[in-house]
């Protein structure tokens, strides 16, 4: 099994980076090792990358999901004959909860994975149901420090998981409320240091009450190069020093 990994999301052709036990005195010397096709890899484009708490690699690529131990790799795709198998095989997102549940997003539904009967749960939206999942497009899925799970969708805004009844509470755009969520593509969710819960969406950086449902857009943040950024927050993140950072498009915008 693999040493421990940390979550991580990207959108480039796989590698692994080893790093050898090296004394400070050393220049470090990196080693590559290369998972492709050939050693079994569904698909070379990559959209996320997660370890889980028994230390496999799991790959959301675009035709399948992977599972990887360090020797081979397992892939699960749909199978239209199988109602437990995965929804869909374009996988957008992987994410394990407090209680080692797995949890991924595709384009075409949410699911859980339950690992000792190595199957599925699918969960997608009704339109006759407003508790159901509010789109099917899921590209993010995060606990916050309350154990809530929220889940992230592109074009149906986000959704609160109440695991008694599978229900979901949708949080979507209105045009007649100004406190909601600015716009129903959602790219990312994140919670800092200090609970704050923020949003990512194709308009901009939204700052979520959970308390009250509302959202305040933050608007005119600047760019590390100078200038403003209009709209498109892809990823959030905060480092060690509690500096505050989001993503818009292939740059980032300085601490709020």
């Not at 999901?65 to 929804?87: A, E, F, M, Q, W």
């Amino acid at each position: 099994m693999l040493s421990s990994l940390k979550y991580f999301p990207i959108h480039l052709s796989l590698f692994f980076l080893w790093i050898p036990i090296l004394t400070c005195s050393q220049t470090p010397k990196l080693k590559f090792k290369h998972i492709t096709n050939e050693q079994g890899l569904s698909n070379s484009t990559i959209e996320s990358i997660y370890q889980d708490h028994r230390g496999f690699i799991w790959f959301a690529t675009r035709d399948g999901l992977n599972r990887y131990d360090g020797y081979k790799t397992v892939v699960y795709r749909y199978d239209p004959k199988d109602s437990s198998s995965i929804s869909d095989n374009y996988i957008r997102y992987i994410y394990e909860d407090k209680n080692d549940g797995l949890w991924i997003g595709t384009n075409n539904g949410l699911n859980r994975f339950d690992m000792s009967k190595n199957n599925f749960t699918r969960y997608k939206h009704n339109a006759n149901d407003p508790n159901s999942l509010s789109s099917n497009i899921v590209n993010c899925i995060y606990e916050d420090h309350n154990g809530n799970l929220w889940i992230s969708t592109f074009g149906g805004g986000i959704n609160l998981f109440k695991p008694v009844g599978n229900k979901f509470i949708q949080y979507r755009h209105n045009a007649l409320r100004a406190e909601s969520l600015d716009d129903d593509y959602v790219n990312y969710l994140y919670e800092d240091s200090q609970n704050n819960f923020w949003i990512g969406t194709e308009s901009g950086l939204n700052l979520f009450n959970r308390q009250n449902g509302t959202f305040k857009v933050i608007r005119n943040l600047p760019l590390f190069n100078g200038s403003k950024f209009s709209n498109g927050i892809n990823i959030i993140k905060e480092d060690k020093s509690r500096k505050f950072m989001a993503r818009h498009r292939r740059q980032w915008i300085i601490s709020i």
